[in-house]
T-cell receptor
């Protein structure tokens, strides 16, 4: 079965620390990887996309992709209380799939 | 910016009613999706459409149908609402190839 797995958390980090969120996926042929942030009661919003092995940085966020290990991660530097949310990993499993498959999300709490 | 608009933010319906959830996107995206989100179960795909008048079942299509008569509009229909269909419903759209999903604000449906 094609799957995307995330640690559900909650993950608690102090303000100013680095938060590390991890995701594994089952289909070696996957090509597109996304991180979404979802605040309670709101819809998911895209924060990062990554397509190639290595790191991609956008402000305080860094996405890391390792296709050989079927692993994608999100690092949040200088974590802020406003980063407290659920983070969803989404993968386009396989080359021809129309849909994205989501992990169940990791809940992050940044403690002031 | 991509805008995905869902017609209702909150909806309360009675068991047995026929329910229409409407979604409109303004970016000429080929692909549109309906998800439901429940605590502990994550995002689950109900139906998707990759073109006008085309539809495909997702992971949990039972009890639902969809309509896509125009490219920008994708409707979710609950033929006879039941209490187990109480949930947050999220519409999303995306363009071709490896583009990300863009979500609407969601409709919180309560069936009593």
């Amino acid at each position: 079965q094609k799957e995307v797995e995330q640690n559900s958390g909650p993950l608690s980090v102090p303000e100013g620390a680095i938060a590390s969120l991890n995701c594994t996926y089952s289909d070696r042929g996957s090509q597109s990887f996304f991180w979404y942030r979802q605040y309670s009661g709101k819809s998911p919003e895209l924060i990062m996309s990554i397509y190639s092995n290595g790191d991609k940085e956008d402000g305080r966020f860094t996405a890391q992709l390792n296709k050989a290990s079927q692993y994608v991660s999100l690092l949040i530097r200088d974590s802020q209380p406003s980063d407290s949310a659920t983070y969803l990993c989404a993968v386009r499993l396989g080359a021809g799939s129309y849909q994205l498959t989501f992990g169940k999300g990791t809940k992050l709490s940044v403690i002031p | 910016d991509v805008k995905v608009t869902q017609s209702s933010r909150y909806l309360v319906k009675r068991t047995g009613e026929k329910v229409f959830l409407e979604c409109v996107q303004d970016m000429d995206h080929e692909n549109m999706f309906w998800y439901r989100q429940d605590p502990g179960l994550g995002l689950r795909l109900i139906y998707f459409s990759y073109d006008v008048k085309m539809k495909e079942k997702g992971d949990i299509p039972e009890g639902y149908s969809v309509s896509r008569e125009k490219k920008e509009r994708f409707s979710l229909i609950l033929e006879s609402a039941s209490t187990n269909q109480t949930s947050m419903y999220l519409c999303a759209s995306r363009g071709a190839n490896n583009s990300p999903l863009h979500f609407g604000n969601g409709t919180r449906l309560t069936v009593t």
